[in-house]
């Protein structure tokens, strides 16, 4: 028993499902696998409309799916949609294999790798959501919690009707206790926001599908060393690093990585984090360029969608269309005609990170207030508070104090007006 929870994924062996009107393409679910540790041994699927309410598959396709099973090998079968619980308990009936969907899959990687306190409450709270619809795996999740044993033991028989009420009210109790902690989290980032915001640095946001190179891009913007890797949902906590473009300070922040069908549970307890981090006065849109058309078309939709879910959709927003360098010049043509408002970049050889970085400042000069003012010279703070917000300021000192021109973001532009002289228009 002890063991087999110490290195329970080295031995599970899944062989994957799908149901789809399309030919059904199970190679991200693939990737999540093995993101997640676990072997794929073979897959089986399904073109119809929608999946059996009941079974998933239809009734044929069952028998052939237990040979499949059989024939592979496989000790479990990963199914690329989320299953409703009859689906699930239906199918490792008929099976006599776990059945896992996709939802309990990313929800697996994502508490393996959340790093931060807010991170893990958020994965928990989504899990246990997830678990509440299905009662499966909640006795040992607050137990792995410390949340006490109750008598009757675990795993020793399955849960009675009132065993479940039990586990639903607990469940429900903690759900109610990590809303509360998450609401006070957010209660702390919305001050340094604000702090932020007094500072009136212009904000800039990485989203995008996951394994796009987000942190990559920010590392190579910002000189950062936020971790990178080739695996999915790398990245869980928000990280904010500052870098500057012609003399103004810009604050960068990396974000969690979106992906098709995320399950519903994880978008709720992210979202005060993305709503955050989406605040921002630009998104850059970061795309893996690198993939198939359908593919890229696919992903671009999949963050799309998430942005408008998160209240993010009107925000303005730039698309970095990253990895180029593992194109030709056709195909790098082709996508400069399909996409004419994209930069092009490769955050791992620096191509492209000027255009991106004249781009990002292009939008923020546009939304710029031209000052003219005049700052006594007993208002110092004044005056380097005007240099960090305005970056390179035009200055003459005169007799009456210090003569500057400036752009400054609308945002804090009220703060000077009190030092305007003239008009305020620049000649
Ligand atoms: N060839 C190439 N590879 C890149 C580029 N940018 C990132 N990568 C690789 O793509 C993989 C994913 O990069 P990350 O920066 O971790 O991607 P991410 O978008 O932060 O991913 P998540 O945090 O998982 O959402 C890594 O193996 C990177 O080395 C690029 O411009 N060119
Ligand atoms: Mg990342």
Redesign the pocket.
């Given at each position: 028993m002890q063991d087999l929870t110490q290195q329970p994924r080295a031995r599970q062996r899944a062989l994957c499902i799908g149901v789809s009107p399309a030919e059904p393409d199970l190679s991200e679910l693939r990737e999540l696998l093995r993101t997640a540790g676990v072997a794929s041994v073979g897959e089986l699927v399904q073109r119809r409309d929608q999946p059996d309410p009941d079974r998933y598959f239809g009734r044929g396709k069952l028998d052939e799916l237990k040979r499949a099973v059989k024939d592979a090998d496989a000790n479990l079968v990963a199914c690329d949609d989320e299953l409703l619980p009859r689906q699930e308990r239906n199918l490792e009936e008929a099976l006599g294999v776990p059945v896992i969907d996709r939802t309990a899959i990313i929800l697996d990687i994502f508490a393996d790798h959340a790093h931060s306190a807010e991170g893990k409450l958020q994965v928990e709270l989504a899990q246990l959501e997830y678990n509440l619809a299905r009662m499966r795996g909640l006795w040992t999740h607050l137990e792995r919690l410390g949340a006490g044993r109750m008598d009757g033991g675990i795993g020793t028989r399955g849960p009675g009707e009132t065993q479940i009420e039990t586990d639903r009210r607990l469940a429900r109790d903690r759900i109610a206790a990590l809303r509360r902690r998450l609401k006070h989290t957010k209660a702390t980032r919305s001050t340094m926001r604000a702090e932020r915001e007094r500072a009136g640095l212009p904000t800039v946001a990485l989203a995008g599908y996951t394994n796009a190179g987000?942190?990559t891009l920010l590392n190579a913007l910002t000189g950062a060393e936020?971790?990178?890797r080739d695996r999915l949902f790398?990245?869980l906590d928000p990280t904010t690093r500052s870098f500057e473009i012609n003399g103004r300070t810009y604050l960068l922040t990396?974000t969690v990585?979106f992906i098709r069908k995320l399950p519903h549970a994880l978008v709720d307890a992210f979202s005060a984090t993305l709503e955050e981090a989406l605040g921002a006065d630009l998104i850059v849109h970061v795309a893996d360029a690198s993939v198939a058309e359908e593919e890229l078309h696919d992903m671009l939709t999949a963050v799309d969608d998430v942005l408008a879910e998160t209240g993010a959709g009107e925000r303005p927003r730039l698309l970095a269309l990253n990895k180029v360098d593992l194109l030709d010049e056709e195909r790098r043509r082709e996508l400069s005609f399909r996409f004419p408002q994209a930069v092009q970049v490769s955050a791992t050889t620096a191509d492209g990170l000027n255009e991106l970085r004249e781009a990002v400042e292009a939008r923020f000069l546009a939304s710029l207030r031209p000052m003219e003012l005049l700052v006594p010279y007993d208002e110092g703070t004044s005056l380097s508070e005007l240099h960090d917000v305005a970056g390179e300021l035009e200055r003459e000192d005169t007799a009456e104090g210090v003569r500057v021109r400036a752009r400054v973001p609308v945002a804090v532009a009220q703060r000077f007006e009190r030092f305007q002289s003239g008009n305020g228009s620049l000649a």
């Open positions: 987000k942190s936020v971790s990178v790398h990245t990396d990585g």
